[in-house]
């Protein structure tokens, strides 16, 4: 194994145990909202989703109406795209 490499499979390892982390100690209760119309991956009974709550402090999934989830964490901001 090269040096290059070893490198490569070091960040690979540190981003993977930073992923666990984030996704075991990242969610939120529902006691703490998220600000509105942000992104949220929320635990609902279905499994996860994401979804966002309005201005008006309903939450919505793909535009509809839902009921409250167990918990949320924050959405990842997608990559922007050069056009």
């Keep these: 194994m090269d040096e290059s ?3 490569r499979r070091w960040v690979m390892l540190a981003l993977e145990k930073q992923m666990v982390d984030y996704a075991m100690n990242a969610w939120r209760p529902l006691s703490i909202l998220p600000a ?3 992104p949220v991956i929320a635990a609902v009974e279905q499994g996860i989703a994401v ?3 309005n201005h008006m402090g309903e939450w919505r999934r793909d535009g509809v109406p839902h009921k409250e989830p167990r918990a949320w964490m924050p959405a990842p901001m997608p990559p922007k ?3």
Aim: aromatic fraction near 8%; charge should be negative; glycine fraction near 0%.
């Design 5 to 7: 490499e070893f490198i």
């Design 36 to 38: 509105p119309n942000t």
């Design 51 to 53: 979804m966002t709550l």
């Design 81 to 83: 795209t050069i056009a």
